[in-house]
Nanobody, 124 residues
Framework: QVQLVESGGGLAQAGGSLRLSCVAS????????MGWFRRAPGKEREEVAG????????RVADSVKGRFTVSRDNAKGTVYLQMNSLKPEDTAVYYC?????????????????WGQGTQVTVSS
């Protein structure tokens, strides 16, 4: 059973940056592909970024391409989401999730473990 705890959310101005972290415990971190998702008020959940177990493969949603970067440190059991050039439409609760697979990309329904989420608010 993997437990995930996100941190790093908060209030940022448009054009600013935030870095989210997600620390995993209770499992062998390198056995999991990781993903970042977000849910804005009144909107459906959106997959923002994903990274393979080794970190060698990544992908980001078109809505954040060129602004967000996903990375991981398997020694620290942590996955990161670097968010630059933030826009008000990036305001959402951000969640990290883990899927026990060596395949990539990963289907959303394969993510069995989820964090509690961290709020990101971007002011204009």
């Amino acid at each position: 059973q993997v437990q995930l705890v996100e941190s790093g959310g908060g209030l940022a101005q448009a054009g600013g940056s935030l870095r989210l972290s997600c620390v995993a415990s209770g499992g062998t971190f390198r056995n999991y592909a990781m993903g970042w998702f977000r849910r804005a008020p009144g909107k459906e959940r959106e997959e923002v970024a994903g990274i393979s177990w080794s970190g060698s493969s990544t992908r980001v949603a078109d809505s954040v391409k060129g602004r967000f970067t996903v990375s991981r440190d398997n020694a620290k059991g942590t996955v990161y989401l670097q968010m630059n050039s933030l826009k008000p439409e990036d305001t959402a609760v951000y969640y990290c999730a883990a899927a026990r697979t060596f395949r990539f990309p990963v289907a959303v329904d394969e993510f069995a473990y989820w964090g509690q989420g961290t709020q990101v608010t971007v002011s204009s």
